[in-house]
């Protein structure tokens, strides 16, 4: 069983950093692609990032290009996400997820994800 802990977050001012981690407690993290999604107070779950299951290719969404890096280490069971140049409108609890059965490249769908940590809030100041 995939069980994924997210940790990283917390409170920055706009145009600064954070790195995000991703870790799964279980034996088969490189069977997964994965990826970042983040929910804002009072709206939608929105996707960030996709990594492939070796870090060979990555996919950003539009506010995310530039800015984020999404990065694993296999061997650490860890996947990151780096962020940089925060703005405000970043403020979200940000979660990890690890892809379902179904095949697709990029995965930019909360429902093709069957495994989820359980968040951590990233608070971005102006």
């Known amino acids: 069983q995939v069980q994924l802990v997210e940790s990283g977050g917390g409170l920055v001012q706009a145009g600064g950093s954070l790195r995000l981690s991703c870790a799964d407690s279980g034996r088969t993290f490189s069977r997964y692609a994965m990826g970042w999604f983040r929910q804002a107070p009072g709206k939608e779950r929105e996707f960030v990032a996709a990594i492939s299951r070796y870090g060979a290719n990555t996919y950003y969404a539009d506010f995310a290009k530039g800015r984020f890096t999404s990065s694993r280490d296999n061997a650490k069971n860890t996947v990151y996400l780096q962020m940089n140049s925060l703005k405000p409108e970043d403020t979200a609890v940000y979660y990890c997820?690890?892809?379902?059965?179904?095949?697709?490249?990029?995965?930019?769908?909360?429902?093709?994800?069957?495994?989820w940590g359980q968040g951590t809030r990233v608070t971005v100041s102006s």
């Open positions: 997820a690890a892809e379902g059965s179904n095949p697709g490249w990029p995965k930019k769908s909360e429902y093709e994800y069957d495994y």
